[in-house]
């Protein structure tokens, strides 16, 4: 059993990794790019029975700072 | 115009980010995390025109060190 989660900024918080990734491509001559977010991806291994809510709580104690970031869960 | 990619350590390669969030995971009680892979999605907002093939080579070029890491590209 596998979840992926995504840990994404949120809206309206700063990100400076995708603005430096935006801007190096920028300037080697990718012109149609408009704007970079960069977030992490998580892929967890589960034991038989583990349920999205306990990937919710892993996230919501460890994974992601909810602050300033959202998270998505995707049960494969 | 959208595209969201994905890039994840190839198998086979060490992934002390993973291995640690699995070990801290496991210190906090949650005992059915059997492993844990880390990556990074990179979330592209692209002008009218471009093409899977352009963010392909961005990826090659930039967004991935393509002797230790694969990548994915969705467009959505």
Same mark, same amino acid.
């Given at each position: 059993?596998? /979840?992926?989660?995504h840990?994404?900024?949120? $809206?309206?918080? *700063?990100d400076p990794q995708?603005?430096a990734?935006?801007?190096? *491509? $920028? /300037? #080697?001559?990718f012109?149609? +790019?408009?704007?970079?977010?960069?977030?992490? +991806? %998580?892929?967890?291994?589960? !034991?038989?029975? /583990? $349920?999205q809510a306990?990937? !919710?709580e #892993?996230?919501?104690?460890l *994974?992601?700072? $909810? +602050? %300033?970031?959202?998270?998505? %869960?995707e049960?494969?």
């Open positions: 059993m596998k /979840a992926r989660v840990v994404m900024l949120k $809206t309206g918080v *700063l995708g603005e990734v935006r801007h190096a *491509l $920028t /300037a #080697m001559g012109d149609k +790019v408009e704007g970079v977010r960069q977030g992490k +991806v %998580i892929d967890l291994d589960l !034991a038989e029975g /583990a $349920t306990d990937v !919710a #892993m996230c919501e104690k *994974l992601a700072n $909810t +602050v %300033i970031e959202r998270y998505e %869960i049960m494969v």
